[in-house]
């Protein structure tokens, strides 16, 4: 069964750091881009980061620049999100999420076709 | 960046009815967007993608069309298990979603 998880949500303080994983199965991870996508509660849905199959390639938007930094291991099939300096706006559901081609936007990927089930990230003091 | 608006923001329609949603892009993307259908609680779910490609196992109700900044996201006979929130999403130049449009119950 193809799957994602993810972890390592929770409640933070703002100014501190936490890191997310995703442990993919049931697809050959290393020949797919992986993605980050967030959900505030009771908003539409923000992609945050992306990275190409050998890691060659990485995107963020704007609003997390200079803050987060994906990551991938092919041997270990999994995905992280490390996330410093958080602030109370980067509160929301985080949904790791399996790229249908090999690069994380235009002709050679960028659509999600498998997602995790998501973990929540808090920010509040 | 590329900004994805979509309309309208709620569609109210009966179970049979033809729906339409719109997705105009702040400049053109080609045809690299896809959509996605969303119930609470629960993960998106892709439903086409390259603008028109119909992505494995999702009814042929759905279809999708358009290029360039102008797409549109058709079901054909609304069922009750498509009352969702659809987005859009450009994949041209890095990566943005539309604001959503919720399709309920008229």
């Known amino acids: 069964e193809v799957q994602l998880v993810e972890s390592g949500g929770g409640l933070v303080q703002p100014g501190r750091s936490l890191r997310l994983s995703c442990a993919a199965s049931g697809f050959t991870f290393d020949d797919y881009a992986m993605h980050w996508v967030r959900q505030a509660p009771g908003k539409g849905l923000e992609w945050v980061s992306g990275?190409?199959?050998?890691?060659?390639?990485?995107g963020y938007a704007d609003s997390v620049k200079g803050r987060f930094t994906i990551s991938r291991d092919n041997a270990k099939n999994s995905l992280y999100l490390q996330m410093n300096s958080l602030r109370a706006e980067d509160t929301a559901l985080y949904y790791c999420?399996?790229?249908?081609?090999?690069?994380?936007?235009?002709?050679?990927?960028?659509?999600?076709?498998?997602w995790g089930q998501g973990t929540m990230v808090t920010v509040s003091s | 960046d590329i900004q994805m608006t979509q309309s309208p923001s709620t569609l109210s329609a009966s179970v049979g009815d033809r729906v339409t949603i719109t997705c105009r892009a702040s400049q053109s993307i080609s045809s690299w967007l896809a959509w996605y259908q969303q119930k609470p609680g629960k993960a998106p779910k892709l439903l086409i993608y390259?603008?028109?490609s119909l992505e494995s196992g999702v009814p042929s109700r759905f279809s999708g069309s358009g290029s360039g900044t102008e797409f549109t996201l058709t079901i054909s006979s609304l069922q009750p298990d498509d009352f969702a929130t659809y987005y859009c999403?450009?994949?041209?130049?890095?990566?943005?979603f539309g604001g959503g449009t919720k399709v309920e119950i008229k």
């Open positions: 999420a399996k790229d249908i081609g090999p690069y994380y936007y235009g002709s050679g990927g960028g659509a999600f076709d498998i």
């Open positions: 390259k603008a028109s």
């Open positions: 990275i190409s199959w050998n890691s060659g390639s990485i």
């Open positions: 999403q450009q994949y041209n130049s890095s990566l943005t």
